[in-house]
């Protein structure tokens, strides 16, 4: 199975065992809802123990889940790269899982201004009240500089969120290894199967299965995926202390939705390619934001290291960031919201507030808004978009 291409692992991953009795099995497999498993006997639980305690994903209770849960992790696992996974119920909570269980009162961490928006949230509500503090950088040559005594990781996110610009992870890696540093990364965007960090010297993975590994915009998911045994064995540690679980449903969901990433991710682009060709030609748009994009300067970087594109850019519109609301109040095939990799379109009118944390944007008081491009037609997608330009304000 190691040996056939992604796409096809991702098909067969968790496939049922045939009933001994009638030879059959679903094609499917099942959500497998449990709050607790049963043993045959004590001995059986001694076994189970036994192997636990060596590290071995032994289930003696509901909260890591069961068949579903395990063939997810694999998932992740075969995607990523990587050697172990933890699940959780939400992106958000599997980086905030990461955080506590690889840093310790008293730690420090260097943290992209590009990451996710919340990410500053749990460094402010979260972090800081356990004696954790954060230091934003800009650019991977502030790094050397900024590293502390007390610095234990480094935590990015490529390509960044908003921009998009692309971080060159293994620079990244050998600054990491120089100072002795975790580096972790989300890797959202990439889902690991167009961007695989692990195998480009990240330590940790993070994902926001909620977006393209579902798919459909009908479930919260994260994931954590490691490498190194004993990163794994702390991670496990911390999800176990904090009693998170994922619903058997949302892991069955997220099994069904990552069936068709392939088609989705590839469909994504090729709508994307179509979009930004036509929003090139715009008078309005200054600047697209797109790895994937000729034009971006992160194009060079997305080409060595990226396998493919997806729905995700945002542009710079050469108007103030109010004058742009009413265009975006009248799309009317772009849903006005925050989450992305769905099967949908999506807008978002950027607040300028947010912008200022991003020493990458040099747009001033432009309008940023960011697009997800779902898989709508795209020349349905092009004429929304067309009506909507003449709604820009002029003063
Ligand atoms: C880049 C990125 N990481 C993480 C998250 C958090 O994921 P969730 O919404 O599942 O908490 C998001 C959500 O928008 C995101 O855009």
Redo the contacts with the bound molecule.
Sequence with gaps: MTTHHLDTRLLHIGAAEFDSETGTAPVSIPAIRTSTVRFKNLEVLDRALTKRAAGERVVTYGIAGLDTHRALEEVFMQLEGGSYCVLAP????A?SIAFLALLSTGDHMLVSDCV?GPVRTVDQTLLSRLGISVTYFSSQDQIAELVQPNTKMIYV?SPG?LLFEMLDMPALSEIAQQHGLILAT?N??GSGYIYKPLTLGADVSIV?G??YIAGHSDV???AIIVKDEKIAARIHATQYALGNSLSADDAWLSLRGVKTMAVRMAQHARNTREVSAFLDSRPEVVRIFDPAWHKDPGHALWQRDCTGANGMLSIELNCPALAAKPFVDALTLFGIG???GGFESLVQWVNPAVLANHAYWKGKDHALIRLHIGLESPSDLIEDLTQAFGKIQHN
């Design positions: 939400s992106g958000l909570s980086i996710y996110e969120s989300d959202t965007w926001a909620t977006k919260m998911l994260g925050f989450s992305w």
